[in-house]
């Protein structure tokens, strides 16, 4: 079998592998819910239905969750969440995607499993719904609860009828029947109508069912044609109505073990036309029984005790069962797996067909038994009257003879006794399945959930302080348990040893809260009788039983106690309050309430007597009350078995007058569905105390507040305290950081005003530096110009000796070559043009230097001019530069004007010069004259020739004094011109020259 926990997922896999179902259970899968929260817990399904195709259903838990299963897709989702338990479910409606689900607060919503939105919200109904019945078009649906049904139209979703009935008249069940337009309505008092869907006609009613069968209808199955009706209730017999004829056709008698049916569903097959062979009949057990109605055959059945099952639907096709089970999962079941052994051809059947008489076969002729496996044939009866009520009432006696000892599961109460009486104690196998036959245990799902669902009371809130318990979740079912307790009476939130006599079951019920809830309940409704008559003090009455049955038993031990001032408060209340859970083992203890729950509720007061007597060896030698208070409160060693004889007999030997079984009722089960009000208690004194606990818990919680109150305050003065005093240190840590800040800052400061003043220092150096560089460089710029301008004079005074001497070398050259002879004249001429060409190179050469000395000049003061401008960072030394300039301008000038009256003095003096050589020229003396003549033969040559050197000396002197200009020129433009005016005046010098040979030549 395969388990499917759906957790938190909202969507997965119903399986994953592919279910193979064993022919013995057929379970395709389990289906669980269980929560991740702190305190996980399993949520228990509700309701469970089949669309209309059969591969799918929809489920509800008890918490609202709403998921729908695919079976053929292998898929569920969870397609709502509606906050509150659902009462009943409908998934068969003409829109397949939509279903209707009644919810706890009496409201009936529609919603649909793909958008997951609601669809309609429909209200009317006063008490909880808990049957919706779809008609076959899927247009109308009918809502039931227990004092009404109401007709609804699915396609406005409004009411369209609503059926009204008498208050003492309850309604069982109403629901339209299969692939027809009828309404049947069934009744508490087991009347059955049949109505006309459109006009609410009555059609039919059906009558009254025989009275020799006191059965009362509480579930009903209706085949798919809608021809049969099997109704049952509270007994182990089903009926079978035919609609058609209106009439009772067969009464079915199920197995001993079925004492109430709770649920009827017919098997669909696909092969009988709708008129359904198969009933399944869920018994009380838990166990769904599947039997043909005609050859009332068991074929298979569902369930076990252990497991049992809650309720059942069947899918329209026949191919799977869901069942809800009793703890809350989902089992979905494979017809085929569970009908594989049966569905083989049947053996023929031999009928025997009787003449019936023609009045109508009394209850008694259509009476059969459910058998396994062999046909069980009407008997048919005598038609006197007489006869047939003798066999009915004998029936009935053999059917009620037994009732006290008939227990559920097919148990009987004298057999369990004799087993018990043999063995000492039950199987432990079957411990638990015996005890809760023993006990009649309802299993009231929904009763024990709304009291779960109250929460935990206040009463119990802080129980671990009380009862510090290792296991949480142990510590979680006792809170759960007691507080379902004080929620079912209120005097068991005010019961101070509850959870002594409560802890043992619940230690051994923990895995089934509902179980042990019942067991407390059975146990405190039968076993602890009277004793909460003089509540809040110890049962007196049943202290004083005790007391009576020990003073007739042992005189001795009971003398004994008194004359040690041992009350039964002390050697027998300690022992009921904790039911014997500390002086005994768990194995002693459950040996003990085998024979506790197998005999009368005095059963348990007699063993108080009993422990007491096995024990008056070491009781009798106890002298002290504090050795008494121990031995009563802890493990003695003791044999249980000698106690559990002990109390046989005392039960069999006490005298009526004194023995507790004539005070005590006899064993009463818990009801079915409800819980009965427990209210044997004083009220008033309850009331009074609960009153007064509610008044100081109010008082304690105004107490509490105003502390709480005091203590936010006091928290919020010791916080503002705190707040302050942290306020005002951090006020002293800045402060402090202030004035270090302050002092780190002053001390930069007198660092940053020392660097300044360095820095300042420093400049002043620099500046004293650069104004003695700047007045180094002038001086040394001064110095260089006045040497070059020194040397410049100094090598035109060495060129003017020079040409004064080459003038005077030239002049007595000259005188000697006019005393040469013509030839000698030609060479001179050649030799003096020779000259005069290395001259002109020199002068070129001259010229050419003295341009690039001026360049170099030039350029030596631009470069000293752009230092100077670098360096000067200030206005002032600008302005100094500016001055120097000026002054070095006017100096400048001052100088060209010297030079320039130097220049005009030499050539005032050259020209005196050569003015003088001219005048010596042309007035030459007679002898020279003479000399010239006779040694050239020509006198007319002499004064051109001579007029030639002169002015080639002329030209030489003026080309001298256009140097010495050029060189005291400061601009290099006006350098460039008169440089072009010197080639231009060479140019004609040199024109000058080439003339000259052709002057001389004529």
Not at 440 to 468: C, I, M, R, W
Not at 470 to 495: C, E, G, M, N, P
Not at 531 to 558: C, G, Q, R, T
């Amino acid at each position: 079998m395969q388990t499917t926990d759906l957790g938190n997922k909202e969507s997965g896999k119903i399986w994953h592998r592919k279910p193979s179902p064993a022919t013995r259970d057929g379970i395709l899968v389990n289906v669980i819910h269980n929560t991740s929260e702190y305190h996980p817990k399993a949520l228990r399904f509700l309701n469970v239905a089949f669309d209309g195709s059969g591969d799918s259903l929809i489920a509800g838990d008890h918490q609202g969750n709403i998921y729908v299963f695919d079976l053929n897709g292998n898929r569920f989702n969870l397609v709502q969440r509606t906050a509150q338990a659902c009462t009943a479910l409908a998934f068969n409606l003409r829109r397949k995607s939509e279903f209707l689900v009644a919810l706890a607060d009496y409201s009936i919503k529609c919603f649909d499993t793909v958008t997951k939105e609601l669809v309609s919200w429909m209200r009317g109904h006063e008490s909880s719904v808990f049957s919706i019945s779809v008609h076959a078009s899927g247009r109308y649906a009918i809502t039931t609860s227990s004092d009404t049904a109401q007709l609804w139209d699915l396609d406005t979703f409004q009411r369209k009828r609503k059926l009204n009935i008498r208050q003492s008249v309850g309604i069982q069940k109403v629901f339209f029947l299969p692939l027809s337009n009828t309404i049947l309505s069934c009744f508490k008092d087991n009347s059955i109508f049949a109505w006309e869907c459109d006009t609410l006609f009555c059609k039919y009613q059906l009558p009254a069912p025989p009275e020799s069968s006191s059965i009362l209808y509480k579930v009903f199955a209706v085949t798919r044609d809608g021809r049969i009706l099997a109704a049952g209730g509270k007994s182990n017999h089903l009926h079978l109505w035919c609609l058609e004829a209106t009439q009772l056709f067969r009464i079915i008698q199920m197995p001993t073990k079925v004492r109430a049916i709770r649920h009827l569903e017919f098997l669909p097959d696909s092969f009988d036309a709708g008129s359904n062979q198969v009933l399944g009949v869920l018994s009380q057990d838990g166990i769904m029984r599947f039997v043909n109605i005609q050859t009332c055959k068991l074929l298979f059945e569902i369930g076990s005790l252990d497991d049992g099952i809650s309720s059942s639907v069947i899918s329209p096709h026949g191919r799977y069962i869901a069942s809800i089970m009793e703890n809350g999962s989902l089992n979905i079941y494979s017809v085929q797996a569970l009908t594989q052994e049966i569905n083989k051809p049947p053996p023929p059947l031999v009928k025997v067909i009787e003449d019936l008489p023609k009045n109508k076969l009394s209850s008694g002729d259509l009476k059969m038994k459910v058998t396994s496996g062999r046909v069980q044939r009407p008997t048919l009866k005598p038609r006197e009257s007489k006869i047939q009520t003798r066999i009915l009432k004998q029936d009935l006696t053999s059917n009620f003879e037994n009732k006290e000892n008939e227990l559920s599961y097919g148990l009987n109460k004298k057999r369990l006794q004799i087993l018990l009486k043999g063995y000492g104690e039950y199987p432990t196998k079957y411990r638990m399945f015996i005890w809760r036959s023993l006990l009649q245990l309802p299993e009231n799902h929904t009763a024990f959930s709304s009291l779960l669902d109250k929460g935990t009371h206040v009463a119990f809130l802080n129980l671990q302080k009380k009862y510090p318990i290792k296991s949480r979740k142990l510590l979680r079912v006792l809170q759960r348990t007691l507080s379902a307790l004080a929620h079912w009476s209120a005097i068991f939130s005010d019961t101070p040893y509850l959870p002594l006599l409560a802890f043992p079951f619940v230690k051994l019920f923990q895995n089934n809260q509902l179980i042990c809830f019942e067991v407390i309940a059975t146990l405190i409704i039968n076993w602890c009788q009277h004793w909460f008559e003089y509540f809040p003090n110890p049962p007196i009455n049943i202290l004083s039983m005790i007391e009576n049955v020990l003073a007739f038993h042992d005189k001795e031990l009971l003398q004994h106690f008194i004359n040690h001032d041992i009350t039964s408060q002390l050697y027998a209340w300690p022992l009921l309050e904790t039911v014997f859970s500390e002086v005994l083992t768990r194995e002693e203890w459950l040996k003990l309430f085998d024979n506790v729950f197998s005999n009368h509720p005095s059963f348990l007061l007699m063993t108080v007597v009993a422990y007491n007597r096995c024990s008056r060896a070491p009781l009798l030698n106890c002298n002290l009350k504090d050795d008494f208070e121990y031995f009563f409160h802890h493990r003695n060693n003791l044999d249980i078995n000698v106690v559990i004889r002990e109390v046989y007999h005392l039960m069999e030997t006490t005298p009526s007058d004194i023995h507790p079984d004539s005070m005590l009722a006899v064993f009463t089960a818990l009801t079915k569905g409800q819980y009965p009000v427990f209210n044997q208690y004083p009220t008033f004194i309850v009331d009074y105390q609960t009153q007064e606990r509610e008044r100081i818990r109010n008082d304690e919680l105004d107490y509490l507040r105003e502390r709480q109150t005091v203590e936010d305050m006091q928290a919020e003065v010791d916080q503002q305290r705190v707040e302050d005093e942290a306020w005002y240190e951090k006020q002293e840590l800045l402060r402090k950081a202030e004035e270090t800040r302050r002092q780190i800052l002053l001390q930069e400061e007198e660092k940053m005003m020392q660097q300044r003043q360095k820095l300042a220092a420093v400049k002043r150096e620099l500046k004293i530096k650069e104004i003695h560089l700047q007045d180094a460089a002038r001086r040394r710029f001064l110095k260089l110009q006045q040497d070059q301008r020194e040397m410049e004079l100094k090598r035109l005074d060495d060129e003017i000796e020079r040409k004064v001497q080459m003038r005077d070398q030239e002049i007595a050259s000259t005188a000697k070559d006019l005393e040469m002879r013509q030839l000698e004249l030609e060479s001179q001429r050649r030799l003096y043009e020779k000259n005069l060409t290395r001259s002109q190179e020199a002068v070129a050469k001259e010229i050419r230097e003295d341009a690039d000395a001026y360049r170099r000049k030039v350029h030596l003061e631009e470069d000293l001019f752009h230092r100077l401008i670098e360096t000067d960072q200030t206005q002032s030394q600008k302005a100094q530069q500016w001055k120097e300039a000026e002054e070095k301008e006017f100096h400048l000038r001052s100088e060209k004007k010297a030079s320039a009256l130097s220049d005009a003095s030499r050539r005032w003096f050259l020209k005196q010069q050569i003015g003088a050589a001219l005048a010596h020229a042309e007035n030459p003396s007679p002898k020279e004259v003479s000399r010239w003549r006779g040694e050239q033969g020509d006198l007319g040559c002499l004064p051109r020739s001579s007029q030639a050197n002169m002015s080639d000396m002329d030209c030489s002197a003026e080309v001298l004094l256009t140097r010495n200009a050029v060189e005291w020129d400061s601009s290099e433009q006006n350098v460039m011109r008169k440089v072009r005016n010197l080639r231009q005046r060479l140019s004609a010098q040199a024109r000058g020259r080439r003339q000259a040979p052709r002057l001389l030549a004529t």
